[in-house]
């Protein structure tokens, strides 16, 4: 056999690698996904003797590491690891808006809350674009900007796009800078 063919002993190229079906990742790298549980039931269902590989080897590690749970909550090395979803915060469901001045004569609506009733920022920025004909975006956490005075229209045109919001939940806090 040339050295092209068979680097080792017992190994034969080119190498066929398997690949999960729950994080697209080759079988020895699921450990590192963040949802590593799910990954194992995939094995189990669709590739039984992979699993018992995987099954033997963490039975291998579980006896011979002692870390504290606290080692391994805590991500060692690189990666953004398990993203966290954020908390929606069950605070008063109020929507703010004011008027911010830009410039000598121009000015901004600024538009805050409306993630508080579940509300795609995103496509609320579009909508308010496409109604106003001008630029909006999502600018922080919760807070949407839309270029021009439009605040007075907002007033009608939230509650009769989404129903869930009644006019009452929305305050007006006048002319401030941002």
Known sequence: ??????????ISYPIKVQYCGNCSMPIEYCEY????EKCKAWLEK??????????????????????????????KRGGKGMMKTKKKDDGPKKICVFRAPR????????VTGLSTFGLDLKVAAKFFGTKFACGSSV?????????????DDLFDVIPEKWPEIDEDFIEDLGDQKR
């Open 103 to 110: 410039g000598k004569k121009k000015s901004v609506t600024v």
């Open 33 to 36: 996904y963040p949802e590593y």
């Open 1 to 10: 056999m040339t050295d092209l063919q068979t680097m080792e002993e017992g």
């Open 139 to 151: 600018t922080g956490d919760d807070e949407i900007v839309i270029q021009g005075d439009v605040k």
């Open 46 to 75: 669709n590739l039984p003797s992979e699993f018992e590989k995987v099954k033997i080897e963490d039975s291998a590690e579980a006896t011979n590491t002692n870390a504290t749970d606290d080692d391994k909550k805590r991500q």
